[in-house]
């Protein structure tokens, strides 16, 4: 009983920075009904220059962080003007493969700059987990809760109270509509990419301080998770992602304790799988037209 | 008002506008009828430039709109009313209200907008927390053109605003177009419901194949014949 | 669907015409270990070759080696390089010139009296070379 | 030919089958990750029957396809009715399923004192039938393009029989499709039997080339690179993914200088290709194109002017 509450409470923590990633994604998704395979990609991009400030120039913490976010911004802007400005309408599969394209570009860039297969990332905090009653806490995790918390709060706020936030609720919605009540969908689409990547460079510098190493397979693993748990949260929902990401972590943590690593990823992939058969809208996504089936 | 001249659209290397040329006259109502497929939809977005023309001019009083943005024409006073309405469906109504002053960055000003849209369809009023893809179609329609209306155009477009309303509610629309225009706003406005966009017009405008084919006022035509034409084209009336 | 049936059935008979030859070879298993050759990306490896079931060693061999990425099937085609046989018997040696760090598999083709591929995987890091046990995690830990 | 060429041109022909088999699907309009499970279920189905139990390859790769296949039909049902994205994470979480599936399988048997057979992570070691029956690396490389020119025979018969129109029909708008009495499910679980087959096909020989397999050589990157190769070499033609598969393993492989640089340069320039055409070099209307000038030339017409469309 106890280890069914510890297992939820650890899936929760690390469930939430799986639920910024699907939040990162979603955003993108919406604006642009098209996939960016290279968003993990930009937030490993990211984490490197976090990391070559880190061990060249011994930068603390903070101005880690904010190297991680920069790096983000920067190469997801790259990618949005490269695969997705150009690309006509029509074309979503074509810009889909090209963010893979750039995907293996940016994973090599990062091996070009630092070559070895993993680099030490610097801690959250150290320091021995905390005792509630039975439970144990790492004060990281706690960290990486609250963070992912506070940046849900501030994704929320910016949609619904800036406007900012209702011109991309008007281009997810429909972005013919929003072109026509003068919503500059171009400009926005840039914008909303550098937001999502910053919100990833927030997710992917959490896990990272967390883990306390970077490889260039980072990028693969967080498209791959913020993509699972987007898809079961449900397409262009925002509660949604964040929902799917919590779920997944739960998912992750309870079937690693019960029968370890290879079956917990097979666990994420099933009920991912389960969930896209029986559901395909996810937990609270609705039915949106996607630009991918190649013809579109 | 709005002078359109040689417009040219073209999808691939299908032409949908053949060098289209109108005039829509400050404070009047215009109207555009046409069979299916004769471009009035194509004309629409060209003008509020979600499509962009071959070649051609659009000039609202004087300055000229080709090239410009869908945003940038919607701070220079032309708001489209798309077929179809295009609310935006998770949105609440007063939100899409809202969405609808995007490009508007005087506060109070639109709420006091606000409050006159709500005073014109009471209807908005009673479900302005309402998500929009809730409302009837009937009120879908009162919402975009209170959407439309949130920018403050000089120039209304609207696209075939009766298009699966219920005839009570045909009535109910057209009513308010009137209204709109007595209050000062021009209104270009696409029908297929010839009968009853000649009641409302002051002016109208025969599209077929991408090419306005007659232009006049309600009663230079018997409205028999209008109708013929708008729905089959003249070259059937004719042969 | 007439087709494809008789696609199919033309693949079977392809396939089913290949030459078949003969059985019971010599199988042959080896130990390789290598060093960074100072340059980056460039290995210096030695080989052990014996024989799988006597251990006997196996000298007097054409050995070439190429690698390939597992990770990344066909996308790498390392350049096969001719290894050179050393004094210690069934011991050669060979220099790799990978494209880049990570898990290789390191081919080591036999020639001459014994016809065999022996397959060692490798982690190829900057500083050294240990040998393959894949972790299922992504991120690396 | 040098070793090393051989080993390229192999390659080729092995990674066409994949590029293949996420076309086939492209074709009806589906956007597959996940064509690598069959390549997978193919490489160890047949390496099994040739390793451990001693059939002839040719067999081997027949049973290996008929294992993708089936295999690839049974997804094919429950992922009917999926589109677009949904369909496409759906056959990326099939396939990684599939893939830890392999990481966790472990079926040994003892052959010559040895243990051999799937081992989980540590792969299918020993496939050995190549160099048990003395085949070389060349004959091996024919081998594979002789089944490759049968497959790209049959995708050209297929291009203009009724089927390959009932399948582009099916990609370019199924509901349409389905009002001309199409019957689209069918079709398209059909389509994905043939494809998984197809992906079997190239898994078998892969195995048998480089004589292991381990399940990590399986994971998502094969998936997208195959589906990546259609779009880059073009859509109009069977010709196209091939033409992909080249570009990237053929053409960029060889050019040394790019060494620690290819996918900078590749990455680059595969997006800035698909900017320009955005269906891939040899697109539909290109195709198209030559298709024409060929039948004109044929009958021995002149174009003198363009009718009314």
Known sequence: ?296 | MLDVSDLVTTYGKIEALRGVSLHVEGGKITCLLGPNGAGKTTLMMTIAGILRPRRGSIKLEGTELVGLSPAKIVSRGVALVPENRLVFPEMSVRENLLAGAYQRRDKSGIAADMERMYARFPRLKERREQLAGTLSGGEQQMLAVARALMSRPRVLLMDEPSLGLAPLVVAEIFDIVAALNRDGTTILLVEQNAHMALKVAHQFFLMEQGRVTFQGTPGQLAEDEVIQRAYLGTRRVAG | MRTIVCTLVAIAALLAGYPQAAHGQVRAKAAVTCVSAGQVLEYDCTIKLANARSGEPLSGLTVSVGADMPSMPGMHNVRRVKATEQAEKGAYHVRLELEMHGDWAVHIDLRGAVRDRVVAMLRFEEAEVTDVKPSPSRRGH | MDDYLVSVVSNIGIISFVALSAYLLLLTGEISFGQQAFFAIGAYAAGIATAMWGWPLPLAIAWGAAAGAACAVTLGIPTLRLRGLQFAIATLAFAEMVRILFELWRYQIDIDGEPVGPNGTDGFRNIRYVFDHNIEAFDFMMLIYAVLAVTLGSFMLLERSRLGVIFRMIGEDATLASLQGIAVARYKVFAAGIAGALAAVGGGLYAHLTTYVEPRTFDVMLGVHSLAYGLIGGLGTALGPLLGVVIDVGLLESVRLFAGYRMIIFGGLVALLLIVRPRGLLDERLVHGIGRLFRNAKSGTTRTGRGPP
């Open chain 1, 1 to 296: 009983m106890i280890d069914f509450i510890q297992n939820t409470i650890d899936g929760v923590m690390i469930g939430a920075s799986y639920g910024l990633l699907a939040l990162g994604f979603t955003v993108i998704f919406g604006v642009m009904r098209r996939l960016n395979l290279s968003y993990g990609p930009t937030i490993m991009i990211g984490a490197y220059f976090g990391t070559v400030l880190y061990l060249h120039f011994g930068a603390g913490l903070l101005a880690v962080a904010a190297a991680v976010v920069v790096g983000a911004v920067i190469s997801g802007i790259y990618v949005e003007r490269l695969c997705f400005a150009p690309m006509k309408a029509g074309a979503g599969i074509a810009s889909m493969v090209s963010s893979f394209a750039i995907w293996m570009q940016l994973e090599q860039a990062a091996v070009l700059v630092l070559p070895r297969h993993t680099y030490p990332f610097p801690p959250l905090v150290t320091g021995p987990a905390l005792e509630i009653g039975p439970l144990l806490v790492r004060p990281d995790h706690l960290i990486m809760l609250t963070g992912a918390l506070l940046l849900a709060a501030v994704v929320q706020l910016a949609l619904y109270r800036t406007r900012f936030g209702l011109g991309l609720r008007a281009v997810i919605a429909n972005p013919i509509a929003a072109n026509l009540v003068g919503v500059d969908v171009g400009r926005l689409v840039v914008l909303a990419f550098a937001a999502a990547s910053a919100i990833g460079g927030v997710a992917g510098f959490l896990v990272l301080a967390v883990d306390q190493q970077v490889t260039p397979m980072f990028g693969m693993w967080a498209t791959l998770k913020g993509l699972i748990a987007m898809m079961i949260g449900g397409l262009g929902s925002i509660p949604g992602a964040l929902l799917g990401g919590l779920l997944l972590g739960v998912v992750e943590v309870h079937s690693h304790w019960l029968f370890g690593p290879q079956v917990r990823d097979l666990f994420a992939y099933f009920v991912l799988f389960a969930f896209l058969v029986a559901r395909p809208g996810g937990l609270l996504g609705r039915t949106i037209d996607v630009e991918l089936s190649h013809r579109a």
